[in-house]
Structure formats: C-alpha cells, structure tokens
Nanobody, 121 residues
C-alpha cells in the first residue's frame, strides 16, 4: 500500500489549501481514509476521516473550515482547508484503514509521508 500526500505549502492566515492523497496497492473503495496532523513537539492528531460509505467526521477545531472528500474512481482523498490559522501549522498525513471505526489513530494501519502546511500570521 502506498499513500502519497501532496498540496502543502506556506500560506498566510485566512488562506486556503487543498491537500490530496493518492492511494495505490489497495482496493480503495473498501477503506476508510483519514487525515492526521502533527505539529512540532506534539503528538499526531486526527483531523478528518471519511468512511468507505462516504460518511465523514472532523475534529471540532476544524469544523466549518476543513472538508474531507474522496473520489473512489481515482483512488484519491482530499482535504480542503479554508480560513487557515497559524495553529493549523503541522505535517499532514494521509492514512487508510479497514476497521469499522475511523476516528482514531488506532483505526488506521497504512500511512503516507507527510506534507507540510505552514500558516503565517
């Protein structure tokens, strides 16, 4: 399984970014997909997830600003991030899991390398 995240960069507060994750080596439609982030000196935290049935959930701090979506035909998952804040600065990771739940770190067993998002004030 390979997960390749892209789309990170340096932006100013209030700007938008869209992260993309290309998945290969798995039957994509059977997997829940998630985005996590890890800020310097902090643990990895759940940001948003979308199930194989296309239900989704997000952490409270990004509700109203971030949207997760998936395209099963293209084996892609996206994270649209609007109104970015300096506290969103982190490395963002794409993950895949095939359990019943999809809101926690332990629900995922395939991980990609991170893409760095830096938000300046």
């Amino acid at each position: 399984v390979q997960l390749q995240a892209s789309g990170g960069g340096l932006v100013q507060a209030g700007d938008s970014l869209r992260l993309s994750c290309a998945a290969s080596g798995l039957t994509f439609r059977n997997y829940n997909m998630g985005w996590f982030r890890q800020a310097p000196g902090k643990g990895r935290e759940f940001v948003a997830g979308i199930s194989r049935n296309h239900s989704s959930k997000r952490v409270d701090s990004v509700k109203g600003r971030f949207t997760i979506s998936r395209d099963d035909a293209k084996n892609m998952v996206y994270l649209q991030m609007n109104n970015l804040k300096p506290e969103d600065t982190a490395a963002y990771y794409c993950a895949a899991g095939d359990l019943r739940t999809f809101g926690n770190l332990r629900d995922y067993d395939h991980w990609g390398k991170g893409t760095l998002v830096t938000v300046s004030s």
